[in-house]
């Protein structure tokens, strides 16, 4: 019944504030005020020990003394009395209690101690809980501000829109609103979830996903308790055709700190959440004021529908600059079909009909008394071009700059895509400015600001085509599991390992002395490599424990004699022997890998191989098992991926084959689970027939 529970929360019938005062400068005298400031259209019990009367309604000393039930009672009383405000609610059958207190888990071991009583005093009566350590709630839609947060203060309305907002961060949510209100954002709910000791980020978004109210979802996230629910709330929002933003704290190591002193929350490892979010189809941003832009156009507009952009502006160098600023992001100028081209002949001359479209020749050609109305016409033939997904207006100083802006409303109100104005002119664009702020239409100081919202919509449109996860297939693992040690696996183990699994790897024995090493050559078939094999060495060729080429059996004997020597030597290690493997000269070099994410689960990382994969750093990260096809795109969407398919001549390689053996590693590392806490498959050489590991390191765990 979590539903019903957050319904309650957000449409509350009847509300109780404990700690209520007539001072603003109080939290309980703010929430007061803001209740009935908005107009709450319920029945309120202000709670004070000492008043008979606070702005005119009739106060109560405590919870037990109000006339009727409570359906949620916020509370800005002192950390010290929290916990027994907490149980008198409980025991007074009230259904849910904001707890806007700090000083609980966030403060460490002793408020995790208090954190968890109050949950358990709520939790015997049914009693639910948002917070501690919040700043409430705010619904536009019912008229409700159950939040102290001082933005409010400022504003005559609530921000009624569609946008769902779900904050870890009180303060962030409070912020959000202001900068909502002023550029004209508007929201169907607003939710500060504090330390999340009962209602949770999961929570709330499974209850916007079924939201008539609400369009988009966006999320401030530091630290995730299910993510197994959240990942499942966020699939039923999309399918739901609601977008969904995320702005993340904790992407840096200081970043992390920060997050674990302000919400007691462990932040994971944001290169999974990256590559969760992809496979989920969220858009993860890096700031959560740009996240409202693009909510406040996802909200009004829509999806792109492609990826074509249109550009307007009555500045050469203007228009040349956002052209740049697109191309730096992937982004591309639509081509305009020969027949929007003909379109346009009544307001440009021919050698300006194509983007970026130039405001100025358009004056030119039909001069200064039917300006407007050509700027609306010409902007509204553009944005119907099938190859125009999104257009950007840019509003440099002009004649008529509130007339430019009112087109640009009325155009962007009724073409159905996304068509952004930029107001670059300073003061002289004040009455501009006045005309979208009262349209609350989305519009911009900055150039590089809509170009970043503008990417933000095509990494929706590009997101909503994430190709399905693979289903798991069961593996039969467990007799080479049996063989297996626990902990690091060199290079044959770990071969072992994957071979089980189906995955191709080099024709190889392990030799423990120099003519064994000899006699496995020539079974094997010249030339073969050499390979130390030690379970503490882990860049083999840095020790000078690799010998490629191998063409006779004396040439093996001696490499394997020189390999012991320099291996012992440079990395103060002895050899267990030397693994024989033939000799496979590859088009191209790959490497798979995996490691286990506490949060997320199985997570696996393709990308270009070889010796510098940790200098190209040009690697993938995807949620496992993954299909064939999945792989193939993967490798497809690197930056060397050119080397894969006939780069200066090169013989291109299957990627389809290669996509295969990839989706074989997704298999086991998916099976295994948190037993195979790490997998590094590098290289896995690729010809143009062929597809093989050809060295690998991994570390097995005991099962959980």
């Known amino acids: 019944m979590k539903r019903d529970d957050i319904h309650r929360f957000l449409y509350p019938q009847t509300v109780a504030v404990i700690g209520a005062s007539e001072d603003s400068g109080k939290f309980g005298g703010r929430v007061l005020e803001y209740l009935l400031k908005f107009g709450f259209p319920g029945t309120l019990f202000p709670i004070n020990m000492r008043a008979k009367t606070l702005r005119g309604i009739t106060a109560y000393p405590s919870i037990k003394d109000a006339p009727q039930g409570v359906d949620v009672a916020i509370m800005a009383v002192p950390g010290e009395h929290a916990a027994e405000s907490v149980r008198q609610c409980a025991e007074a059958g009230v259904k849910g209690c904001i707890l806007i207190t700090a000083g609980f888990a966030e403060m460490g071991?002793?408020?995790?101690?208090?954190?968890?009583?109050?949950?358990?005093?709520?939790?015997?009566?049914?009693?639910?809980?948002?917070?501690?350590?919040?700043?409430?709630?705010?619904?536009?839609?019912?008229?409700?501000?159950?939040?102290?947060?001082?933005?409010?203060?400022?504003?005559?309305?609530?921000?009624?829109?569609?946008?769902?907002?779900?904050?870890?961060?009180?303060?962030l949510m409070g912020s959000m609103i202001a900068v909502g209100e002023?550029?004209?954002?508007?929201?169907?709910?607003?939710?500060?979830?504090?330390?999340q000791c009962d209602l949770e980020i999961a929570d709330f978004i499974e209850y916007l996903a079924d939201d008539p109210a609400t369009k988009v979802i966006c999320l401030y996230v530091e630290g995730l308790l299910a993510p197994a629910r959240f990942l499942a709330a966020i699939d039923r929002a999309r399918a739901n055709g609601k977008p969904v933003l995320l702005a993340k704290s904790g992407r840096t190591e200081s970043g992390a700190r920060a997050v674990k002193s302000h919400t007691a929350s462990m932040a994971g490892s944001y290169a999974s959440l990256q590559a969760v979010c992809e496979a989920h189809g969220v858009v993860l941003m890096d700031d959560a004021i740009d996240m409202l832009a693009v909510a406040q156009c996802l909200s009004r507009f829509g999806r792109m529908r492609g990826e074509g952009v249109a550009l307007f502006s009555g500045s050469g160098g203007g228009s040349a600059l956002l052209v740049d600023a697109l191309a730096e992001r992937g982004l591309r100028l639509g081509a305009l079909s020969r027949e929007t081209q003909e379109k346009l002949a009544d307001f440009l001359p021919p050698t300006h009909r194509h983007?970026?479209?130039?405001?100025?020749?358009?004056?030119?050609?039909?001069?200064?008394?039917?300006?407007?109305?050509?700027?609306?016409?010409?902007?509204?033939?553009?944005?119907?071009?099938?190859?125009?997904?999104?257009?950007?207006?840019?509003?440099?100083?002009?004649?008529?700059?509130?007339?430019?802006?009112?087109?640009?409303?009325?155009?962007?109100?009724?073409?159905?895509?996304?068509?952004?104005?930029?107001?670059?002119?300073?003061?002289?664009?004040?009455?501009?400015?006045?005309?979208?702020?009262?349209?609350?239409?989305?519009?911009?100081?900055?150039?590089?600001?809509?170009?970043?919202?503008?990417?933000?919509?095509?990494?929706?449109?590009?997101?909503?085509?994430?190709?399905?996860?693979?289903?798991?297939?069961?593996?039969?693992?467990?007799?080479?599991?049996?063989?297996l040690p626990r902990g690091l696996l060199n290079e044959n183990e770990a071969k072992r390992l994957l071979a089980a699994a189906g995955v191709p790897v080099t024709r190889e024995r392990l030799a423990r002395d120099a003519d064994e090493a000899a006699r496995i050559a020539a079974e094997i078939g010249f030339p073969v490599v050499l390979k130390a094999q030690a379970r503490d060495l882990s860049h083999k060729s840095d020790a000078g424990g690799v010998v490629l080429g191998l063409a006779s059996a004396a040439e093996v004997r001696d490499a394997f004699r020189a390999i012991a020597d320099r291996v012992r030597s440079r990395a103060k290690v002895d050899i267990e022997g030397c693994l024989v493997q033939e000799m496979v000269r590859a088009d191209a070099e790959i490497i798979v890998g995996s490691r286990w994410d506490e949060q997320f689960g199985a997570m696996l990382l393709v990308g270009i191989g070889g010796t510098l994969v940790e200098l190209l750093k040009d690697v993938r990260l995807v949620p496992a098992p993954v299909s064939a096809q999945a792989a193939s795109a993967l490798l497809r969407s690197l930056k060397l991926a050119p080397l894969l398919t006939g780069y200066r001549g090169k013989p291109p390689v299957d990627l389809d084959a290669v996509g295969a053996v990839i989706a074989r590693v997704s298999q086991l590392v998916a099976n295994l689970g948190p037993r195979l806490a790490e997998l590094d498959a590098n290289p896995l050489l690729v010809t143009q027939s062929r597809a093989v590991v050809a060295d690998a390191r991994a570390v097995l765990t005991e099962p959980k």
């Not at 002023?182 to 979830?193: D, L, N, Q, R, Y």
């Not at 640009?408 to 930029?422: D, N, T, W, Y």
């Not at 400015?433 to 911009?444: D, L, M």
């Open 182 to 195: 002023e550029m004209g954002a508007g929201f169907s709910t607003c939710v500060s979830v504090g330390n």
């Open 355 to 483: 983007l970026p479209v130039d405001f100025g020749a358009m004056r030119q050609s039909v001069g200064t008394q039917s300006y407007r109305d050509a700027g609306r016409r010409l902007m509204t033939q553009v944005m119907a071009d099938e190859d125009i997904a999104a257009g950007i207006v840019l509003l440099t100083t002009q004649p008529d700059m509130d007339d430019v802006a009112r087109s640009v409303v009325e155009v962007g109100s009724a073409c159905g895509k996304p068509l952004l104005f930029i107001n670059a002119g300073g003061k002289a664009g004040e009455a501009a400015r006045q005309v979208t702020r009262e349209a609350g239409y989305p519009s911009f100081g900055h150039p590089l600001e809509a170009v970043r919202v503008v990417d933000s919509l095509a990494h929706d449109f590009r997101l909503g085509k994430v190709a399905p996860p693979a289903p798991l297939e069961r593996l039969n693992l467990d007799a080479v599991l049996r063989e």
């Open 109 to 171: 071991e002793e408020g995790a101690r208090r954190q968890a009583e109050v949950v358990a005093t709520a939790r015997s009566r049914g009693m639910r809980l948002l917070g501690p350590n919040c700043l409430g709630y705010v619904n536009p839609v019912a008229k409700t501000a159950m939040s102290s947060t001082l933005s409010l203060s400022a504003i005559t309305a609530l921000p009624a829109g569609s946008i769902g907002l779900v904050s870890q961060s009180g303060a």
